[in-house]
């Protein structure tokens, strides 16, 4: 549970003032204030703490936005506030998205840290609202946490126990197939991928949810560090790959979202989980394997080696014939070119489902891009050799190239959406601090709470 919102009736009064109204409304108000909110520079600073003049204690708090519907209005407010319990005035209809921002912008990855101060709090009266903005905010932060953790503690070791504990806290079943298991159960390319590492690769499923319920299937490409294997990636390129396991940490957020929010769905999960390493043993360059769906793959570059994993889960993932199949992965720098770090991508087999998550990309202020899956550029994954390479032969359209490998694991029966999602800011914005982050997930929560209610 979050601990910058509390379940209360009363804290010290937040107002929230729009820019457009400031000069009509500051006339209204008492001589005091207008001279306190002048003395602050209020115009400028946008912040006004004012002290009770018989006491000196805070008594209230103005903010100036430029609008109430700005869904990060709150986003710095939890780290430019004393500490302290405020309540928001009169914004009932907007309480929801300021108070996900402020907790959301008060996240701070302090698990190698000394323990900071005491954060400022924000009061929330109603049990419905408080509930749902934890679940919110804890499946957000457990994405951020994830993603933020050092490689040498977020292993698949590791996201294995993540994922049982989250079997454990919501009363699903995990099961696993580890090392060896996963040739003997027939997923190799995933056991081609992580096997050079000492930490063993592993295929990760959680099921949960009713079993007469519509089955939404999850798969996260977790990759919990990436050297590029043998065709070794730059010191400048290896540097965050720590977070190549975000793809995984967005399924397992979006799960325990899901689960705690108990949605009338049944829900599976399913996360390769490998660590691409160089050793004697390393998968090379030229190598062919041949997959869980029987097609024969050439390696044409050891570093497009999420698809590869990605592969036999999302052709595990139909065994059940789900009503609805999505992935998460941080699997090019194509798609980060074509929109930036900040905007995720996705493709989509089904026009009706994009379009749906599209619209509740935005109502939510979480906004997703649809990319094509312009056919015409798969004859540029022809292998001399085998059925495809696992690499484009140029690098132009790669993200839609990466796309269009991963559909030939996706029977056409099957409804696919594919995130192509970046998982860290680079910079700071309100409720979006530098580090891990989850992208998209709102949106598919949005999507799916409205399609299955």
Same mark, same amino acid.
């Given at each position: 549970m979050s601990a910058l919102i509390r379940h209360s009736t009363s804290g010290i009064p937040l107002f929230f003032v729009v820019k457009n109204d400031l000069a009509a409304w500051q006339q209204q108000q008492p001589t005091f204030l207008q001279n306190w909110l002048n003395s602050c520079d209020f115009t400028k600073q946008g912040l006004a703490l004012v002290v009770d003049p018989q006491t000196g204690k805070l008594s209230q708090v103005y903010c100036l936005v430029n609008s109430l519907d700005d869904f990060w209005l709150a986003g710095d407010l939890a780290n430019k506030l004393p500490a302290g319990l405020y309540q928001v005035q009169a914004c009932e209809q907007q309480l929801e998205q300021i108070a996900l921002g402020f907790m959301l912008g008060g996240y701070e990855f302090s698990e190698y840290k000394a323990k900071g101060a005491a954060k400022a709090q924000l009061a929330i009266a109603d049990a419905t609202l408080f509930a749902r903005l934890n679940q919110q905010a804890n499946a957000i932060n457990l994405v951020r946490d994830l993603v933020n953790t050092p490689a040498a503690d977020m292993m698949p070791q590791h996201l294995s126990q993540v994922m049982a504990d989250l079997a454990d806290t919501y009363d699903g079943r995990f099961s696993e197939w580890v090392g060896d298991e996963l040739l003997e159960q027939n997923y190799p390319t995933i056991h081609m991928v992580g096997r050079a590492s000492e930490n063993k690769p592993r295929l990760l499923d959680l099921r949960w949810g009713a079993d007469d319920a519509p089955l939404v299937t999850l798969v996260g490409k977790g990759v919990c560090f990436d050297s590029g294997g043998l065709d070794l990636k730059p010191s400048s390129g290896m540097r965050n790959m720590k977070k190549d396991m975000g793809g995984a940490a967005h399924v397992i957020g979006l799960a325990q979202l899901?689960?705690?929010?108990?949605?009338?769905?049944?829900?599976?999960?399913?996360?390769?989980?490998?660590?691409?390493?160089?050793?004697?043993?390393?998968?090379?360059?030229?190598?062919?394997?041949?997959?869980?769906?029987?097609?024969?793959?050439?390696?044409?570059?050891?570093?497009?080696?999420? &698809?590869?994993?990605?592969?036999?889960?999302?052709?595990?993932?139909?065994?059940?014939?789900?009503?609805? *199949?999505?992935?998460?992965?941080?699997?090019?720098?194509?798609?980060?070119?074509?929109?930036?770090?900040? *905007?995720?991508?996705?493709?989509?087999?089904?026009?009706?489902?994009?379009? #749906?998550?599209?619209?509740?990309?935005?109502?939510?202020?979480?906004?997703?891009?649809?990319?094509?899956?312009?056919?015409?550029?798969?004859?540029?994954?022809?292998?001399?050799?085998?059925?495809?390479?696992?690499?484009?032969?140029?690098?132009?359209?790669?993200?839609?190239?990466?796309?269009?490998?991963?559909?030939?694991?996706?029977?056409?029966?099957?409804?696919?959406?594919?995130?192509?999602?970046?998982?860290?800011?680079?910079?700071? *914005?309100?409720? &979006?601090?530098? #580090? #891990?982050?989850?992208?998209?997930? &709102?949106?598919?929560?949005?999507? *799916?709470?409205s399609r299955f209610h």
């Open positions: 899901i689960m705690a929010a108990k949605l009338p769905v049944r829900l599976r999960v399913l996360v390769p989980a490998v660590e691409n390493a160089v050793s004697r043993n390393a998968f090379r360059p030229g190598d062919v394997i041949k997959t869980r769906k029987g097609i024969m793959v050439e390696i044409d570059n050891t570093d497009a080696e999420g &698809r590869l994993v990605l592969c036999d889960a999302l052709s595990e993932a139909q065994n059940d014939e789900p009503q609805l *199949l999505i992935d998460f992965a941080t699997l090019t720098g194509a798609c980060r070119i074509a929109l930036g770090t900040e *905007l995720p991508g996705f493709f989509s087999t089904d026009r009706d489902v994009a379009n #749906g998550i599209i619209d509740a990309g935005i109502a939510v202020a979480d906004p997703v891009w649809q990319l094509p899956l312009f056919e015409q550029y798969k004859s540029l994954l022809k292998s001399d050799v085998a059925d495809m390479a696992n690499c484009a032969s140029t690098p132009f359209g790669g993200a839609i190239t990466a796309a269009l490998y991963l559909k030939e694991f996706v029977e056409p029966t099957t409804p696919w959406v594919h995130f192509d999602v970046m998982a860290w800011n680079l910079r700071s *914005l309100p409720g &979006r601090p530098v #580090g #891990g982050e989850a992208l998209g997930i &709102r949106a598919v929560f949005n999507y *799916l709470e």
